[in-house]
């Protein structure tokens, strides 16, 4: 692929987001659908009235055609998002979120802003909680040796965006560590 | 054949907008050879046929329907496009959009010849419609589809009369009793295609009519053969010739049916709206509807304003500039508009210097005009310094005022129906909201002058306290968008010559329209796509602004030096502009915006020029008849525009011109060609301009 060199080591973002989106989110669908078989596995039948789980990229689907209304997940409103970013700012570690959080949060809020309460609140408070995290992990990267980086509850963006770095970082640390042991050895 | 009439007036048998759609999906779902050709739609370059096609291509991608949409400039491109379509096997359904109303569509010349999977379904505003469309009936007939305003119900008497024209035979005198069985097959086949009719539709009349001619056939089995007097005949033939020749008008716009279309199917959202609030300002703003049909219209979209989006902050009442709620906000709000050309992006001198309104109340190609504008921004309160301010920056205090203070004070100067309701659209944080009528004016110079013309923009900013430094740039909207591939790929050796140099050897019409229709038809499509991608984004919307500003400005300076230099000659009853030199000529070469000049001097010199009856006028009603002509020095031909403006503010009269031109030409022999789809623009050798003119004028003697 035509990336810049320090992209091409990793995943990019939007095949994250295409990853992502096989997860499964809950829709009130407008139009009625027999259970039909994807390539993926089979989804439905839909119902309207009634929600039914089908996967993001065919709620976004369907949303753009606005032949449904999509659910929003328990954690993406104000008051969890709230809570967690308390948690974040005042504790030491990693809060726990959902693996994927960033890019269903993104893509759902995209497509689908008037099915949320509050949506540019929303926005906001994910990217205080993404600031916060950042400065954490940047912080444990210096903690880093050559056999263990431990962080957890690192989500799947974030060790995208540092994955580059710390396998470079820890190959380097296990040549001088290969290097240093030798001499040992003959001291 | 089938005119649609609108959902209020469908019932069981009378199948309206909605089954017709939904018919187009079935045979597109349907149909083994389904591909990105079958349904084709034919776009008119003009901003209502742009809305409609938007709307109908995002109706269309909701319902996983591949389409095509082809941009078609007149009717000679339209030949051209039939003869193509021809080839098409899988075509299935074809939209015309504002256009092929007033072509007889079942006739062997434009889709009579096709196969009989086709439908064509024609949604166009400008009336009269060809009859034979609208009311033909049989297998050829009942292929093309004519989506109706409710029009056509009033048309029952042409109906009367054009079914008896074309269903009767010739009168004939023989009473040959041979005769009466030659006639016989042919009188089967009307039975048939009667009895068609009889079944397809339930109004009374129709049955009498069927069942009369049944009756007059018994009879006229035992009688000689012809039904028909020749009184009659030729009665009904009037009656046809009034209905075709009283002038050209318009009904609803194509973006409006569209709307309803969507109501009716209860998928309408703001996009759709805004989309046809457009259409239907543009239709006011160029004079097509009169003001009593643009409250018409615009009370039914106020609804669905408040329907469809939030009530407006009770803060912003007295506050006619609307900020957006928060990022997401696409909201429409109603509002009530000036009519200043563009004021919010301009400075108010300049807005109300440019608006042809306060131009014919004022003067304002004179000085002295321009003392009175100048004073009464004086009287309002407003500095020379505060009035020079971009409108953006102006104090708040003053904007505040300003409506209020307009209501005082503009009567005074004669200028009562400052304002109109009109609409405006939030685009969150991306930009300050835009209104309908700065829209609809962006997109028209986008159409018209995209590409083409070099037009030079002015940057904001460049001018101070009324000095201009003259920092222009030339507008470069069109070239830079994606299509820079079209240039690269097929450049000859000798490289392309730009569109505005065609070749000047060219002797007689042919050869010139081959060559010129190339790099022509090259920048219209362009300019189309390009008006067509800024529906969307409003980046670029806002970008077409200042194109749009500075073609103003060419027509005001080249209409006010028409009127300055008394221009402007009466030749029985019209009045005529020969526009030969100036610095704008290439610009005005452009029908587009000759026609916005002509409307410009029409509203201009409403109140100082008497109403006249035009010699070959049908009515007797005065109105004003302007014929604007302007030398297009490279092809060397001339481009007509006529205009029959109102003598009332806010009226408008049928356009007659389509007609006195055709019969002009004929009386002439001038070397003539339609460029586009409007009748009464047209283009004439330069030699036989005045011959032209003069015949044209004298009209009124048959």
């Known amino acids: 692929m035509a990336l810049p060199a320090p992209l091409r080591a990793s995943v990019t973002p939007t095949e994250l987001e295409l990853i992502a989106s096989e997860q499964l989110v809950e829709i009130v669908p407008l139009v009625a659908m027999e259970r039909t078989a994807f390539i993926s596995g089979a989804y439905g039948p839909l119902r309207p009235p009634s929600k039914c789980k089908v996967p993001i990229w065919m709620a976004t689907n369907l949303k753009l055609k606005k032949k449904c209304r999509i659910v929003p997940p328990d954690w993406l409103n104000v008051e969890f998002l709230e809570e967690r970013l308390v948690q ?98 003959i001291a | 054949m089938v005119y649609l009439p609108p959902p209020h007036l469908a019932s069981a048998d009378r199948p309206s907008y909605a089954e017709a ?145 074309t269903y009767e035979p010739e009168p004939d005198s023989d009473e040959d009793s041979d005769l ?27 049955r009498s009519i069927g069942d009369g001619n049944h009756g007059r056939k018994k009879r006229q089995k035992d009688e000689r053969p012809h039904r028909m007097s020749r009184d009659e005949r030729e009665r009904h033939a ?35 709206l805004w989309l046809a609030i457009l259409g239907l ?22 609804d669905e304003v408040a329907r469809l989006n939030p009530p407006p902050p009770a803060a912003g009442a007295n506050d006619y500039d609307f900020k ?30 440019h608006s042809s309104y306060i131009a014919s109340k004022l003067g304002i190609w004179k000085e002295r005009g321009r003392k009175r504008l100048t004073g009464l921004l004086a009287k309002m309160g407003f500095s020379l310094l505060d009035t020079q301010q971009p409108y953006p920056h102006m104090a708040k205090d003053l904007k505040l005022s300003l409506r209020h203070k307009l209501d005082q004070i503009a009567p005074e100067y004669g200028l009562v129906e400052l304002s109109y309701p009109s609409f405006t659209r939030c685009y969150g944080y991306r930009s300050q909201p835009l209104s309908a ?119 005001i300076r080249q209409g006010s030096s028409i009127i300055d230099k008394r221009d402007i000659r009466t030749l029985r009853g019209h009045r005529v502009v020969v526009l030969t030199q100036g610095p704008d000529l290439a610009l005005f070469a452009h029908p587009g915006v000759l026609g916005r000049l002509a409307l410009w001097l029409a509203d201009a010199l409403r109140d100082r020029l008497a109403g006249t009856t035009p010699a070959h006028a049908r009515s007797r009603r005065k109105s004003l008849p302007l014929v604007v002509a302007c030398l297009n020095e490279h092809a060397g031909t001339y481009v007509v525009v006529g205009v029959t403006a109102a003598l009332d503010f806010g009226e408008v009269r049928k356009n007659e011109f389509g007609l006195a031109f055709l019969d002009a030409k004929e009386r ?21 301009l005045k011959v032209f003119l003069e015949t044209l004028c004298e009209g009124g003697d048959r």
């Open chain 2, 437 to 555: 009528c700065d829209a609809v004016e962006a997109i028209s110079a986008l159409l018209d002058v995209a590409t083409g013309v070099r037009m030079e923009v002015e940057i904001e900013g460049a001018r101070n306290g009324g000095e201009w430094f003259g920092n222009g740039k030339v507008w470069e909207g069109g070239r830079e968008s994606r299509r820079r591939d079209d240039e690269r790929e097929n450049i000859p050796p000798g490289g392309i010559a730009p569109a505005a140099k065609p070749k000047n050897t060219a002797n007689g019409d042919v050869h010139e329209d081959a060559d010129e229709d190339d790099p022509e038809s090259q920048w219209r499509v362009k300019n189309f796509w390009t008006a067509f991608d800024a529906l969307d984004d409003i980046v670029q919307l806002r970008e077409a602004l200042p194109l749009a500003m500075s073609l103003h400005r060419a027509i």
């Open chain 1, 88 to 185: 974040e700012t005042t504790g030491e570690s990693f809060s726990e979120m959902p693996f994927r959080f960033a890019e269903v949060a993104k893509v759902l809020i995209d497509t689908a802003p008037d099915d949320f309460p509050n949506p540019d609140k929303i926005r906001s408070l994910l990217k205080d909680i993404r600031e916060a995290r950042q400065a954490k992990s940047r912080e444990g990267l210096s903690k880093l040796d050559h056999s263990e980086l431990s962080l957890p509850n690192l989500c799947s963006m974030e060790i995208n965006e540092i994955r580059p770095f710390f396998i470079r970082a820890m190959g380097v640390l296990i040549d001088i560590i290969k290097d240093a042991q030798p001499q040992q050895d």
């Open chain 2, 238 to 272: 009037a009656r046809l010739e009034k209905y075709y020749t009283s002038g050209t008008w318009h009904g609803q716009s194509a973006s409006g049916t569209i709307y309803i279309l969507a109501t009716v199917l209860e998928r309408v959202d703001n996009e759709l």
């Open chain 2, 324 to 353: 957006s709620q928060h990022p997401d906000d696409t909201s429409v709000y109603a509002v009530d508009e000036l009519r200043f050309m563009m004021f919010r992006h301009w400075n108010l001198y300049d807005a109300m210097y």
């Open chain 2, 21 to 165: 759609y939904a018919k187009i999906l079935a045979s597109h779902r349907r149909s083994p050879a389904t591909s990105a050709s079958s349904v084709i739609m034919l776009v008119a370059p003009d901003v209502d046929a742009l809305c409609a096609a938007r709307m109908l291509a995002d109706l269309f991608k909701q319902d996983d329907v591949m389409h095509r949409i082809i941009p078609v400039s007149g009717h000679a491109e339209l030949e051209r496009m039939r003869e193509e379509l021809v080839t098409y096997n899988d075509l299935h359904t074809l939209i015309l959009l504002n256009m092929g109303s007033i072509l007889d569509l079942p006739s062997a010349e434009w889709f009579g010849d096709f196969s009989t999977r086709l439908t064509v379904h024609v949604i166009d505003s400008s009336r009269p419609q060809n009859l034979s469309s609208v009311f033909g009936g049989g297998e050829n007939g009942e292929r093309i589809v004519i989506w109706d305003d409710g029009g056509a119900e009033l048309l029952q008497e042409e109906r009367k009369a054009w079914e008896a024209l």
């Open chain 2, 281 to 302: 300002t543009f239709q006011y703003v160029t004079s097509r509807i009169s003001r009593e049909d643009y409250d018409k219209y615009h009370s039914i979209y106020y």
């Open chain 2, 180 to 206: 009466d069985s030659e006639h016989d097959p042919e009188e089967d086949e009307d039975e048939e295609e009667e009895e068609e009719y009889e079944g397809s539709s339930s109004t009374g009349k129709r």
């Open chain 2, 668 to 688: 002439c022999n001038a070397r003539t060609r339609h460029g586009t789809f409007d009748t009464s623009v047209l283009e004439i050798n330069k030699d036989d």
